[in-house]
């Protein structure tokens, strides 16, 4: 099962040390694989993280064109800015219908690699997830306590 977590459960998580145990067993047995894509790993630099924290193994690749979903350093090597997105975005309904609603291309982003690589995104952010599962069904979008409560379920 591959999860991506929204930069804002990172908050959460921190100090968990149970939540973050039961996730590196849950990974190291293959059961689930926590995924980042250019936009998260962005969130994280900018925040009091400085990057994805080392808590637990994160997918993800710094390597131009390699990161999941299609939140990519353009294969120039040129940066991921709000101009860009639409370079490297192909027409995609699930980018598309997000981004039609919220005008969040940050958003729209996480929305379309969580719906073309993910089986859940987790995210405190209400709207998100509302949106993200009315547009799509591959996905399931969650909040914390739930993904809280997935990773126990699975853990038992």
Not at 47 to 68: Q, Y
């Amino acid at each position: 099962m591959k999860i991506l977590l929204d930069g804002n459960v990172y908050n959460k998580i921190e100090g968990n040390l149970s939540l973050i145990k039961m996730i590196n067993k849950l990974s190291g047995d293959g059961a689930i694989e926590i995924v980042c894509n250019q936009v998260v790993l962005r969130e994280l630099e900018k925040s009091r993280f400085l990057g994805i924290p080392d808590w637990f193994m994160v997918t993800k690749c710094n390597e131009p064109g390699a990161f999941i979903g299609l939140a990519i350093i353009a294969p120039n090597g040129s940066e991921n800015g709000s101009k860009k997105y639409a370079k490297i975005m192909p027409n995609n309904s699930t980018y598309s219908e997000h981004v039609g609603i919220s005008k969040k291309k940050s958003d729209g982003i996480i929305a379309d690699t969580s719906s073309r690589e993910c089986d859940v995104a987790v995210s405190e952010d209400n709207r998100f997830i509302n949106r993200l599962n009315e547009i799509q069904r591959k996905c399931k979008g969650m909040n914390f306590a739930e993904f809280y409560t997935l990773i126990i379920k699975l853990h038992s």
